[in-house]
């Protein structure tokens, strides 16, 4: 900072005082300097940012959030898509493990062993495995957090792994559980040790929204060991329960409600006086129009098609409704706003593919899968088929069907949907040749078991060979061992002359040849 004339009047008859003030005023403006998002002034009059831990914000707020959201996704159709989307591309068909013990036998004991137990693991007896994925994301996403319990059965159940998981909505957490509890501490309703570990869930013996399960145990609630429940939810900060995805555009979404029943009303509105007869002059006009009944008694409602007479009138003026300007740009911008608090495609929440092309929704999937992935990798495998899979060995070793508690395991999630399948294919074929990927973790990226796989296909072979088939690499062409071939391009419609004289046409069929010539 440069000196001021008063500065430099000073510094003649006292320089050293002089230098004092100006490196003192640096100083000063040095401290003042800082974000402009942290400045206090008449454009931040209002903003209320309180510093509180995310265990107190979502202890005041996580109930009401949670409710509103269910009433949102029950009764806004933008609001239950979005929640739909993301469980589809969460979950799919399902994410289904793999035995990867290196034992090929037991792999194969465990993987039929758990394909069996996942018609039964449902408590309610209603879901399999994979159907139970898919409501647990869906509550995890709609009311932030979702609990799995596990429940053991006895062996005289008849159940493949006396094993069953229960899934209990968020609500059974008992969240007036909070203080301190020893040397530990309670934070709505999850007990933590002393070192900050889980030690115990308080959960309600019924739902507390149930009025029967209300008048029954009333609003009791007993501990549970950590290690009988999942909890899942999305951790944003260092807290100890998860809030609705949905929570940054739920006042969007309920002022677009708003705004779409308002105009509406007016719509409708305008629709029911169709005409009002005036008078022939001012002073017949009366002050206001005027409607009765058969017995003289004021109407105040209005209907379709009504007529509204004035006093002494005489000139009939037809209702003319006016053009909403703007409806369809403003809810256009406001689901861009509900997309993007969702985290998802605008393209996918409304189905709306007029502005975008190929490329540009390409490039948008791209992002949302990579967003999907992280979610299925960092939170939902291991926050509940991590679990899951950890007490589903234990049961059945417990039982003397594996010798083993712990076996390592793979997880396979469900494949996104090419938007250009040969490019994608052409794509994973290049990735096998170059080594870059093997072909077991091209068929993983399926959502196949490549095992599986490997099998049919050599099963598939062997019965070819069996039945002296051979596979031509045309499909259309399937030949004898030592025949010739079934399909002749001379009196087969669907064979095709693939070979001619003409260049540029056999171009068109071999790339390699197309090449050269481009």
Excluded at 66 to 81: G, S
Excluded at 159 to 185: H, I, M, N
Excluded at 218 to 224: H, N
Excluded at 472 to 484: H, L
Aim: a negative charge; one cysteine or more.
């Amino acid at each position: 900072m440069s000196a001021t004339w008063f500065d430099h009047a000073i510094a003649t008859v006292a320089p050293r005082m002089a230098a004092r003030r100006v490196m003192a005023r640096q100083a000063f403006e040095t401290l003042t300097r800082g974000y402009d998002g942290a400045a206090r002034g008449r454009r931040t009059e209002g903003w209320r940012a309180p510093g509180s831990s995310a265990d107190t914000e979502i202890g005041v707020a996580g109930a009401l959030l949670r409710d509103r959201m269910r009433d949102l996704v029950r009764n806004n159709p933008h609001a239950a898509k979005a929640v739909a989307v993301l469980v589809n591309n969460i979950i799919g068909a399902g994410i289904m493990p793999r035995a990867a013990s290196g034992d090929d036998k037991l792999d194969r004991k465990v993987d039929a062993l758990f394909e069996r137990w996942t018609g039964e693991c449902d408590a309610d007896g209603q879901l399999d495995f994979y159907g139970l994925q898919t409501l647990i994301c869906r509550e995890m996403v709609e009311a932030g957090e979702v609990l799995v319990r596990r429940r053991l059965r006895r062996s005289s159940d008849g159940l493949p792994v006396p094993l069953q998981l229960q899934v209990l909505e968020a609500d059974f957490l008992d969240a007036t559980k909070s203080g301190a509890l020893g040397a530990g501490r309670l934070v709505q309703g999850i007990e933590f040790d002393p070192v900050g570990k889980r030690r115990a869930y308080w959960l309600h013996a019924e739902h507390p929204g149930d009025a029967y399960g209300a008048l029954q145990n009333g609003l009791q609630s007993r501990p549970v060991p950590a290690s009988e429940i999942a909890h899942v939810y999305e951790k944003q900060r260092t807290q100890a329960r998860g809030v609705p995805w949905g929570a940054p555009v739920i006042r969007s979404l309920r002022d677009l409600d708003d705004y779409e029943v308002a105009e509406l009303v007016r719509k409708k509105t305008e629709a029911c006086v169709t005409a009002i007869v005036f008078g022939d002059d001012e002073a017949q006009q009366g002050i206001a129009p005027s409607v009765v009944d058969a017995d003289g008694n004021r109407v105040e409602q209005f209907e379709p098609g009504l007529i509204a007479y004035a006093r002494g009138g005489k000139d009939i003026r037809f209702n003319q409704p006016s053009a909403t300007g703007g409806y369809g740009e403003y809810k256009r911008a406001s689901l861009h706003t509900i997309s993007a608090g969702f985290r998802v495609p605008y393209e996918l929440l409304t189905g709306d593919l007029s502005q975008v092309n190929y490329s540009s929704i390409r490039a948008g999937l791209v992002e949302f899968r990579r967003q999907i992935d992280a979610v299925q990798w960092q939170l939902f495998i291991p926050m509940f088929c991590a679990p899951v899979w950890r007490w589903f060995t234990e049961a059945a070793w417990a039982a003397g069907q594996i010798p083993s508690p712990i076996v390592p395991v793979e997880w396979s999630p469900p494949k996104f949907e090419a938007v250009d399948p040969q490019k994608d294919a052409m794509a994973n074929l290049l990735s096998i040749r170059s080594g870059t990927m093997t072909l077991a973790e091209v068929i993983a990226k399926q959502g196949r078991n490549p095992d599986a796989v490997l099998a049919e296909i050599a099963a598939t072979n062997a019965k070819l060979d069996a039945l002296g088939l051979v596979l031509d690499s045309d499909p259309r062409r399937v030949t004898k061992t030592g025949s010739a071939q079934t399909s002749d391009p001379a009196t087969d419609p669907a064979a095709d002359e693939t070979d001619t004289d003409d260049p540029a046409a056999n171009a068109d069929n071999d790339p390699a040849q197309a090449d050269q010539q481009d």
